[in-house]
Antibody, heavy 123, light 111 residues
């Protein structure tokens, strides 16, 4: 089955760190750019970060730049999001999503989504 | 103004046709950038419904169609069914923001 499965969410204090993972199956992971998109409770979708198929280029929303790091391990079919200096406004469900291309472009659609993992920021 | 504007809610009776608008500007939809549409059923992840303004991924019923004209895009759903009740989001690129933008989402209620 073609799927993305996120993990690593949980509750963390403001200023803390968390690493999310997204494991893929059912398709050739190394052929696709991948993204993180988040959704705050009761709110809409927000692009967070993206990475090219070979990991050589990364992209970030201004809201997370210099605090989050996206990476991937094509040998493990896994995408990561290292989140630091977490703020209350980072609380959201974080979705892993697949680009329709191997080269990331902000013009691309996301054709496959994981079920999401919740990140809660609470003191 | 950057960003995409969608109506917060629309509704229709089973069997009817509804449209959801996605209003942009000269820096996104009006510049010719592709618009994509997603369906998010309650409690689930988004699902790609339309890409590149008008294209349906494999498996999406032809009851769903997309169009674009000028600075606005639209998603049309014909033969409305109870299972279509969901949130719908449009997505494009904004050159002023230099990144991906999503509309605020539209909640479709099937009466």
């Amino acid at each position: 089955e073609v799927q993305l499965v996120e993990s690593g969410g949980g509750s963390v204090q403001p200023g803390g760190s968390l690493r999310l993972s997204c494991t893929a199956s059912g398709f050739t992971f190394s052929n696709y750019a991948l993204d993180w998109v988040r959704q705050a409770p009761g709110k809409g979708l927000e692009f967070v970060s993206a990475i090219n198929s070979n990991g050589d280029s990364t992209f970030y929303a201004d809201s997370v730049k210099d605090r989050f790091i996206i990476s991937r391990d094509n040998s493990k079919n896994t995408l990561y999001l290292q989140m630091g200096s977490l703020r209350p406004e980072d609380m959201a469900v974080y979705y892993c999503a697949r680009d329709m291309s191997g080269i990331y472009s902000p013009l691309n659609a996301f054709d496959l989504w994981g079920q999401g993992t919740m990140v809660t920021i609470s003191s | 103004q950057s960003g995409l504007t969608q109506p917060p809610s629309v509704s229709g009776a089973p069997g009817q046709r509804v449209t959801i608008s996605c209003s942009g500007s000269s820096t996104n939809t009006g510049a010719g950038y592709d618009v994509h549409w997603y369906q998010q059923l309650p409690g689930t992840a988004p699902k790609l419904l339309i890409y590149g303004d008008t294209n349906r991924p494999s498996g999406v019923p032809d009851r769903f169609s997309g169009s674009k004209s000028g600075t606005s895009a639209s998603l049309a759903i014909t033969g409305l069914q109870a299972e279509d009740e969901a949130d719908y989001y449009c997505q494009s690129y904004d050159s002023e923001l230099s990144g991906v933008v999503f509309g605020g989402g539209t909640k479709l209620t099937v009466l």
